[in-house]
């Protein structure tokens, strides 16, 4: 290599070992390698999922009983507002491309980084920023932004809150997505190895080629409206002001045109995931693999033809929301595809149920819950029924937490022993996973029955006579964090005091298990040249036999 | 064979690593000028929507505009990006003078532009016709929000041709200091790219704005 | 990866750095000449002289059509010519055509709303 004359091989330790010009924090704060990126992500959004997850968790609190319980109104309308900013802004939409997105996909793709490596290490710090305005906005102007995480007109243009400062930190956000976008996209097009062809790449760079996509496409849009907003609260320039002659429901519009795509940013490359553990923990080939790539483009395109479901009774015309409501329907399709060849993928497998797949399991049930019961609110005349009820606020949970979410710990246990390159408690692990799906069931599941019953959202105070079933989802909300709480103890456990992880412990066969854990600095000390699908098993390979050294353990 | 095929392996790393990739980075820039499409693209969903609600109101809006300094912004904006071109001809030509001078011509179109926008809409302001100004408040709501969406669009246009100023600025001194050269042309093609993007953006903003009548 | 290639792998190499030379004689060879340019430019000046002239004429409907026209031309030959499209290879053509295909979808998508809305506002 041109660069081989840096005192010390970089090839022979690992990259967390290696600094480079650099040393210490500097050496990370300042790196361009796509890996130490991807951890300074892992760190900064975890941090900021525990902010979310503890201000979900005073939310359930004021909800055990009725009437003020430890806050007033006004805190109750800036705490879910900060909750609903944080998770989706920065932690769901962002979470696993920027976090295994940077770290494994260039490793899958056999290629030494992402092609912009600086313009990687500028996402990471726009992201940054975007989270510090966010909550330098807290503490500044007129206050907590209090309209909710959707922002709508023309509410956050008379709001006296401080909006303007943590609508330009979404937009900061926004930016330092389609950053990552537009690197992804080009360093699948332009860095895959030899051999590496389009359909040779395992399916989570499918998942987050088609996110990219909708990174690039999508985002630009809320990144105008969120602007408009601004411009509105500061020169009055009317464009979303009924008194001035705008039109608020084109605000919903625009907002829906970038947010519903966005729900496909949270779930597409978590659905990658789903295929490549699967593959992995079933000993098999996945089934139908052309089909499960495309259809991931399929999703990416058909989140654009359904935003409108968000709006159905916002004063849209009967014709687009009869449009609206059949097209949103179509989504089900390359869904289904998706699913139904992960489940004819488990058969005649060899299923090893090791704590990812748990994980995936128990994704594929509860997603399914709320895949379905997005059904009831894509239909048109239930919606009626239905909105702004605690029964969306249910079927988002499933979706986005019991996906994303579920997915975002399935990758962190499938994928700690490459990125840590140590092992945790496989029994402990699973516990947690078991204490974590009880918990999220009893909170989110009340909330369908209450919503049904008639339980609007976005309220500090209810009826008394739905105490009973908020009582359970508090008391939910406590196993829930139970849960995480043990996983994540479990993982820190692992990393100071876990067995060192082998390269390949679970017997994958997609590059990333082909170099070391933790991979050295340029992931590969040779460039690969692949000659076959990415759950190919080859039965002559080494690969396997890690596998059966490590089932001897 | 074993050890051709072991320089080839050799080659083809070399080659994918250490020398630049080109595409790559106009893939790169092309994917940005997407957004930069979108972002506007945003604004023209409106601006279609609020022309199809008021279109009566957006038409004697119109009026306020002068189309004939409109039409000579245009010719400026599709000038400088000729020059760009010829800049980019001339530094293939190995003649990193010429090439300077293009870029030079394409720096002054641009800030002629800016000059001619500005007393375009300083002359509004003067007779009030800004958001909240006395003028546009007596007006018809259609034509509010036609003027606010004019400040709006144009305004960051106007932004879009400054900071295409700044690319072609630093890319000059990269000119300057011999970092681009006839064979490393890459980086002003890519600022050439975002240039013309700020064109053709105009060119979509004149006749929507000046032109309705 | 082990020391020894495999037949098939040299292949694959072959191939890729075949395919890469042919993309870098692609990228050198479109030199197109000082007057093309020239010539695309008076196109487009004149084609703005049009779009000025028609404004003045009253066309009813028809007028936005035709500047929106004129505006579609004038911007396919920005981008074919100065912006080299026409001389790029395929996937960037791709990539244009999917950028557009989702801008007109948002904007037909809206419209099914405000063409049967009512009232407007």
Excluded at chain 3, 94 to 110: D, E, K, N, W
Aim: aromatic share 16%; with cysteine; glycine share 8%.
């Amino acid at each position: 290599m041109a660069n081989g004359t840096i005192a010390g091989n970089p090839a022979e330790v690992s990259f967390y070992e290696y600094d480079g010009k650099r040393k210490g924090i500097a050496g990370w704060l300042l790196t361009l390698d796509h890996k130490r990126i991807g951890i300074l992500y892992l760190i900064s959004m975890l941090s900021f999922f525990a902010v979310a997850v503890t201000l979900g968790f005073l939310m359930r609190l004021e909800m055990l009983s009725p009437g003020e319980t430890i806050m007033k109104a006004q805190t109750y309308n800036s705490i879910f507002t900060l909750h609903g900013v944080i998770m989706v802004f920065l932690f769901i939409i962002p979470g696993i491309p920027a976090v295994f997105g940077n770290f494994i996909m260039p490793i899958q793709i056999g290629a030494k980084d992402v092609i912009f490596p600086r313009l990687n290490l500028m996402s990471w710090y726009l992201y940054i920023i975007g989270g510090a305005i966010a909550i330098v906005s807290l503490f500044t102007g007129g206050g907590i932004m209090d309209t909710g995480w959707t922002f709508y007109a023309p509410y956050s243009l008379r709001s006296t809150a401080n909006i303007s400062l943590s609508v330009f930190a979404a937009f900061v956000l926004g930016f330092s997505s389609i950053l990552t976008g537009l690197n992804f996209v080009t360093t699948i097009h332009r860095m895959r190895c030899p051999g590496m062809t389009f359909f040779r790449m395992p399916l989570f760079c499918w998942g987050l080629y088609s996110t990219a996509w909708i990174q690039i496409l999508a985002t630009p849009v809320i990144g105008i409206t969120l602007l408009l907003i601004i411009l509105e609260r500061f020169f009055g320039i009317g464009v979303f002001d009924p008194n001035k002659g705008g039109d608020p429901l084109l605000y919903q519009h625009l907002f829906w045109i970038y947010s519903h795509p966005a729900v496909y940013i949270m779930i597409l490359p978590a659905m990658g995931v789903v295929s490549d553990i699967i593959a992995t923990f079933t000993k098999k080939d996945i089934f139908g693999y052309v089909p499960i790539a495309l259809s991931s483009l399929a999703i990416a395109f058909v989140g654009y033809l359904v935003w409108g479901h968000h709006m159905f009774t916002s004063g849209m015309s009967d014709t687009a929301r009869v449009i609206f409501s059949f097209l949103t329907f179509l989504v089900a399709i390359p869904t289904g595809v998706k699913v139904f060849n992960w489940t004819a993928s488990l058969y005649k497998g060899s299923i090893d149920m090791r704590a990812p797949m748990l994980y995936v399991m128990a994704f594929i049930v509860v997603f399914s819950i709320g895949g379905l019961t997005g059904l009831v609110l894509g239909t048109l005349d239930t919606d009626i029924h239905l909105t702004d009820t605690y029964f969306v606020v249910a079927h988002f949970h499933y979706v986005m937490f019991g996906g994303m979410g579920l997915l975002f710990f399935a990758s962190l246990h499938y994928w700690f022993p490459k990125m840590f390159g140590r092992m945790y408690n496989e029994k402990t692990a699973k516990v947690a996973c078991w204490v974590f799906v009880v918990g999220f069931n009893t909170l989110y599941f009340p909330m369908f029955i209450m919503g049904y019953l008639g339980m609007p959202r976005r309220y500090y105070d209810y009826l008394p006579e739905f105490q009973i079933w908020h009582v359970i989802a508090t008391v939910g909300s406590w196993i829930m964090i139970t849960g995480m709480i043990i996983m994540f103890v479990n993982l820190i456990r692992g990393l100071y005091k876990g067995a060192i992880a082998p390269e390949n412990p679970w017997g994958s066969t997609t590059l990333e298990w082909k170099v070391p854990s933790p991979p050295p600095l340029e992931n590969f000390d040779e460039i690969p040249v692949v000659t076959h699908g990415p759950y190919h098993r080859d039965w002559e390979d080494d690969s396997l036999e890690v596998v059966k050294e490590v089932k001897k353990h | 064979m074993s050890h051709n095929s072991e320089t080839l392996a050799h080659e083809v790393h070399e080659g994918g690593h250490a020398h630049r990739d080109d595409v790559g980075s106009k893939m790169g820039i092309w994917l940005f000028l997407f957004t930069e499409l979108l972002l506007f693209g945003g604004m023209f969903i409106l601006y279609a929507s609020y022309r199809y609600i008021y279109p009566n109101d957006f038409k004697a809006a119109a009026l306020e505009l002068d189309p004939i300094l409109g039409a000579v912004n245009t010719v400026i904006l599709l000038t400088s990006s000729l020059t760009v071109v010829l800049g980019i001809v001339a530094l293939t030509k190995n003649n990193a003078k010429l090439c300077m001078t293009y870029l030079w011509i394409t720096q002054v179109c641009g800030l002629a532009f800016l000059v001619n926008k500005y007393f375009e809409w300083t002359h509004k302001i003067h007779l009030g016709i800004y958001p909240n100004g006395p003028a546009l408040d007596d007006m018809a709501q259609g034509e509010r929000v036609f003027f606010g969406l004019y400040y709006t669009m144009t305004g960051l246009h106007g932004l879009h041709v400054i900071v295409g100023m700044a690319f072609i600025g630093f890319v000059m001194w990269f000119i300057h200091k011999k970092y681009i050269t006839s064979t490393n042309l890459q980086k002003l093609e890519n600022s050439g790219l975002y240039w013309h993007l700020v064109d053709i953006i105009w060119i979509f903003l004149f006749p929507l704005f000046y032109l309705i009548h | 990866m082990s020391a020894e290639l495999k037949a098939s792998q040299v292949e694959i190499i072959d191939e890729h750095r075949l395919k890469a030379e042919e993309e870098h004689l692609a990228h050198e060879e479109h030199s197109v000449g000082y007057g093309t340019y020239v010539m695309v430019w008076l196109g487009l000046v004149g084609l703005t002289a049009i779009t000025v002239t028609l404004s003045g004429i009253s066309l009813g409907s028809l007028a936005i059509i035709a500047a929106l026209l004129i505006a579609v031309i004038k911007t396919v030959m920005v981008m074919n010519y100065f912006m080299h499209v026409k001389f790029d290879t395929v996937i960037f053509k791709v990539f244009i055509a999917v950028c557009i295909i989702i801008f007109l979808t948002m904007i037909i998508l809206t419209f099914f709303d405000l063409t049967f809305r009512n009232p407007l506002i």
